[in-house]
């Protein structure tokens, strides 16, 4: 699939409130420190990574690693159920 497809179906299939910063936005495939790589294989340096992140960069090895061994334990139960990671 190409970029324009990805935004294409984008508009198409998701809810209007999920919305891009942009008319054409870059299509990111993958991310490692502080570098991202869109669909057609450029590479950029994220100035950007705040919504939501943490300035650790994308795919550290030890957070990769935590959270692959939390995902083999327990994904999810709600916030109704209290969990030691939550505390």
């Known amino acids: 699939m190409d970029s324009q497809t990805v935004r294409q179906k984008h508009k198409e299939f998701l809810f209007p409130c ?3 910063y942009y008319a054409e936005p870059v299509v990111i495939t993958e991310a490692h420190g502080s ?3 869109d669909l057609d294989g ?3 340096l994220d100035f950007f990574g ?3 992140t943490a300035g650790i960069g994308h795919s550290h090895p030890d957070f990769v690693k935590r959270i692959q061994d939390q995902v083999a334990r327990l994904v999810h139960t709600s916030s109704v159920y209290p969990t030691v990671e939550q505390v």
């Open 18 to 20: 999920v919305a891009n």
């Open 35 to 37: 570098t991202v790589k």
């Open 42 to 44: 450029r590479e950029y």
């Open 50 to 52: 705040g919504i939501l």
